[in-house]
């Protein structure tokens, strides 16, 4: 089975600019959020009635990614992924109260069922990044932004919440902060763990 990275950490942290970075530098199949093309995201940003549909969505499309990932020939990344929509932005959502709690407990439902069939990842990189560095990034966005920079310390503590129950060893974390978007100090980091995990 293919080795899978996720990139996780708050909106604006820098996970796409990371991958992308990563990609410069060695051979990976990717899988990108892809806000444009998922059906509800900029309808749930006009109307909260379709928060539950925007989430299963994305719940469904991320598990469909990571299959297809885990069938490819080339080590995967992948920026954000399953377990942080779920840990993540659902959570979010319902801290908002934009899905129900029984809402929320049927996307659990479906996480869990998912990540049954799917094993978890090999490495999470997990993005920090001080919150006017968060709050600049988002604002030069040319895309749907669903957590604002206001919402970065809850995501935060969210992430970190789901990231205490995975093995430390299969955790790297990087302060990003002060790193340009070409990521010099990161990137030869993450390319020797991935090295070293894939013997």
Not at 106 to 121: E, G, H, I, N, W
Not at 137 to 166: C, K, P
């Amino acid at each position: 089975m293919n080795h899978l990275t996720v990139i996780v950490g708050a909106s604006g942290a820098g996970k796409t600019s990371l991958l992308n970075a990563l990609c410069q530098n060695s051979s990976f199949t990717t899988a990108l959020e892809q806000h444009a093309e998922r059906p509800f995201q900029a309808l749930f940003k006009e109307d909260a009635r379709y928060a539950l549909a925007n989430q299963l969505d994305y719940l469904i499309h991320r598990s469909g990614q990571e299959k297809e990932l885990r069938d490819a020939p080339q080590p995967a990344l992948m920026d954000g992924g399953l377990d942080l929509d779920f840990h993540g932005f659902t959570r979010l959502f319902r801290t908002h109260g934009w899905v129900s709690a029984s809402e929320f407990d049927l996307c659990q439902r479906f996480y869990t069922f998912a990540r049954s069939l799917l094993p978890p990842p090999d490495l999470i990189i997990h993005l920090h990044a001080d919150s006017q560095t968060i709050r600049e990034r988002l604002a030069s966005r040319n895309r749907i932004n669903i957590a604002s920079g206001e919402d970065a310390l809850l995501l935060e503590s969210y992430i970190t919440e789901w990231l205490d129950t995975v093995p430390e060893s299969d955790i790297l974390r990087l302060d990003v902060s002060q790193e340009s978007i070409e990521y010099p100090i990161s990137v030869p980091l993450i390319l020797d763990k991935i090295r070293s995990i894939r013997g």
